[in-house]
Every structure is written in structure tokens, then in C-alpha cells.
């Protein structure tokens, strides 16, 4: 069974940092472009940050940028998501997601309705 698994999310004051970690089981996250997504209480699904397969491109939402680094290690099957800066308004469940994809910006591929598998989500919650 193809699955993804979040892990890393937890409570941290305003400016603190958080790491966040994605791996596959059931098949290989390599052959995946890879999308940190998150949703807020009351809020819509949003996109956070993604990156292509091989790891060249990376998108992040204007509310990231400057703070947050996505990163994958295709030799462990890993994509990582580097929080820094953190705000209160960065509070929300954050999702793991992947499509076989195999484009070159990953602008293009940072889309909800683009992504076919999904993670269960880990929760960060920024406040004192």
C-alpha cells in the first residue's frame, strides 16, 4: 500500500524553528515531485512549498518565503521542511503530498487538485 507519513509537527513559541519530515512506504518518493501543503482551523487547504524530483526547483507560498526551506535526500526517501521565524499564523495541520511527475518547475506542480497520494498530516501549533 503506497502511503506517506509526516512526522516533526508540535507546539513551538513565535520564533522558534520546526522541522518537519515526509517518507514514502510502499514506493520509491524519488520518482515523486513532493508538496508540503497545510491547513489552518477554518481555512481552506493551501500550498507551502514543493520541489521537482530531482531536487533543482523549489516553489514556497509568499507567506513562507525567507523562513521555511524545503530539501529531499532521494537516497533515504526523505523530503524535509525546515520552519524558521515561525508565527502564530503559521499554526495548522501540515500534509505530505506526491505525483508522479516529472517536469523541471515546481511552480507547475504545486497544486492540491495535481497531487494523487496524500500524508495524515502533522500538527504545528505556534503560540506561547
Known amino acids: 500500500q503506497l502511503q506517506l507519513v509526516e512526522s516533526g509537527g508540535g507546539l513551538v513559541q513565535p520564533g522558534g524553528s ?27 487547504r493551501e500550498p507551502v512549498s514543493c520541489i521537482t524530483r530531482n531536487g533543482e526547483s523549489m516553489k514556497y507560498a509568499d507567506s513562507v518565503k525567507g523562513r521555511f526551506t524545503i530539501s ?13 521565524s515561525l508565527k502564530p499564523e503559521d499554526t495548522a495541520e501540515y500534509f505530505c503530498a506526491a505525483v508522479a511527475w516529472y517536469g523541471i518547475d515546481a511552480g507547475a506542480v504545486c497544486n492540491l487538485d495535481l497531487m494523487r497520494y496524500w500524508g495524515k498530516g502533522t500538527l504545528v501549533t505556534v503560540s506561547t
Open 18 to 44: 520546526l522541522r518537519l519530515s515526509c517518507v514514502s512506504s510502499g514506493f520509491a518518493l524519488e520518482h515523486f515531485a513532493v508538496g508540503w501543503f497545510r491547513q489552518a482551523p477554518g481555512k481552506e
Open 72 to 84: 529531499r535526500n532521494n537516497a533515504n526517501g526523505m523530503v524535509g521542511l525546515q520552519m524558521n
